[in-house]
């Protein structure tokens, strides 16, 4: 079974200013993704806006991501839904759209207890038939996967690693410790990938594998060249990348995501457009913060594209 490993970019979803989907402005992204060296790609997640995406429109993004990277790198479909029904639902479109693998997250608002967030995730990889990664972010979702949980989901066929969004440290430790077991015994591995950009650095040093990233939308290019510096062993040179990039990850998460990304992409040159209601244009005060921000790392205005 493949292992997903290295820099990955949870893909904005580019909008005209009416608010239509910018189709053209993804395959743009894609280009620019993959020309600057990113590991494989996140269309559909959180940073995508997909509680306010039409199915329509899902699919087509899906089908322009696959159509793009031709199998060059990995796309990693998101998947996620509250509803079992339509969690499996959505890992099937996955699988039958040509996806590598579902990105699955914590069913959120109706925060289930373990037996049925096990069974839940369990259903999405066997009857969904793609290989399951689970997103852990309970600051969106109310409800956070413990370790000794993370554990027993890390042994079903099908489920092989983790998008660990906790900011937790500790756990992000124990989960690194206690998958690698399982996996290993059976001639696999289970995949522990940060989804927090400031902590990619320390989860790599504990053992982890990456990071699915907002910030990459804008610097693919470093932030594949920390990942790879992390996994070489040159943590001198990922410490270097990791404080140099610190302010943007920072004000990147200034107001709610993708908020800042779009903005911060769309000063650069590179489609983004506003993000969709309930999601409101950034505030002029943390514009003028973010804008500081790109120039202090030699993004000029309009000097990405």
């Not at 996140?42 to 940073?47: E, I």
């Not at 594949?224 to 410490?239: I, K, P, Y």
Request: glycine content about 12%; some cysteine; proline content about 7%.
């Amino acid at each position: 079974m493949k292992v997903f490993q290295g820099a990955y970019t949870a893909l904005i979803t580019p909008m005209r200013e009416n608010g239509d989907v910018d189709y053209d402005g993804f395959r743009e992204l894609i280009g620019f993704q993959m020309r600057e060296g990113i590991d494989g790609l996140v269309p559909l997640g959180t940073t995508g806006e997909t509680p306010t995406l039409e199915e329509d429109e899902e699919e087509k993004l899906l089908k322009i991501a696959v159509e793009e990277v031709k199998g060059r790198i990995p796309v990693i479909a998101g998947a996620g839904s509250n509803s079992t029904k339509y969690a499996v639902k959505y890992v099937k479109r996955a699988r039958d759209l040509g996806a590598d693998a579902a990105l699955v997250v914590t069913p959120y608002y109706n925060k289930p207890n373990d037996e049925g967030l096990l069974r839940h995730f369990e259903s999405a990889a066997v009857e969904g038939g793609l290989p399951v990664i689970i997103y852990n972010i309970a600051s969106r979702t109310g409800r956070n996967i413990s370790p000794a949980l993370m554990e027993r989901l890390s042994r079903i066929p099908g489920i092989i690693g983790v998008k660990e969004a906790s900011g937790d440290l500790a756990q992000i430790g124990d989960i690194i410790r206690d998958t690698a077991g399982p996996r290993k015994a059976e001639g696999g591995a289970f995949t522990v990938l940060s989804g927090d950009d400031a902590l990619t650095l320390p989860l790599m040093a504990l053992g982890g594998d990456g990071v699915i990233s907002v910030v990459s939308n804008l610097i693919p290019g470093r932030i594949a060249a920390l990942v790879r510096a992390c996994q070489s062993g040159d943590f001198a040179e990922g410490r270097r990348l990791h404080y140099a990039l610190l302010p943007l990850v920072k004000t990147a998460f200034i107001e709610t995501n993708p908020i800042p990304i779009k903005a911060a992409m769309t000063w650069a040159g590179l489609p983004g457009g506003p993000a969709r209601l309930p999601l409101g244009p950034l505030s002029p005060e943390n514009g003028k913060r973010l804008y500081r921000v790109l120039e202090d790392l030699g993004i000029q205005k309009g000097g990405l594209k």
